[in-house]
């Protein structure tokens, strides 16, 4: 089966890459106004995705449902658009009848967006976060470094991707936006 939420996630990335040097900021999608950090920063969270995340501004949110030999597939996308980064959180809600292997899954997605960016992968490793099964990531364009984890929370993967110019250093803001990324299990 394909794996969905990289094609989602890789769309994103090469936009912007091709936007790279462009540092205007997206237009936010109307929500309810979460809690603002000091600095700027907003505590994001989906009651959907049962998540919470700190992020620059209140994401663009895109969700699409389609159907497949495997049952329908909702693949839900938070993107914001940094001063100097990208970052995209993401999930699929598969089919209950579709069965999938965790660490395939996770190596998969990881494999289909470095694929789909046409980047080199630098590191990978499997890790344990918040007790959840994961792998980090590191992959690198001529013109973008991706950082990259993914979750797996009962049948749900979860992608948190950041992008930033290469050359750009955006250190702390990646590492809040991926420290701060916080499951809630129903």
Not at 49 to 57: H, I, T, Y
Not at 77 to 94: A, C, E, I, P, T
Not at 141 to 153: A, E
Request: glycine residues 6%.
């Amino acid at each position: 089966m394909k794996r969905f939420l990289a094609i989602f996630l890789i769309t994103l990335a090469v936009a912007f890459v091709a936007k790279s040097q462009d540092h205007s900021r997206p237009a936010s999608v109307p929500t309810p106004t979460p809690a603002v950090i000091p600095d700027g920063w907003v505590n994001f969270t989906s009651e959907a995705g049962r998540f919470g995340v700190l992020l620059p501004e209140i994401p663009t949110d895109k969700t699409e449902t389609v159907q497949s030999d495997h049952g329908p597939y909702t693949t839900h996308l938070f993107v914001v658009r940094g001063v100097k980064s990208l970052f995209l959180v993401g999930w699929v809600d598969y089919d209950p009848k579709f069965d999938f292997n965790v660490s395939g899954e996770m190596n998969l997605n990881r494999d289909n967006f470095v694929n789909g960016v046409k980047a080199k992968l630098i590191n990978s490793k499997p890790v344990t976060l918040d007790g959840y099964q994961a792998i980090e990531f590191t992959a690198e364009t001529p013109q973008t470094l991706f950082k990259s984890r993914v979750y797996m929370v009962g049948r749900r993967p979860y992608q948190l991707v950041s992008g930033t110019p290469i050359g750009t250093d955006d250190s702390i803001n990646v590492d809040r936006f991926f420290n701060s990324f916080k499951v809630r299990v129903r």
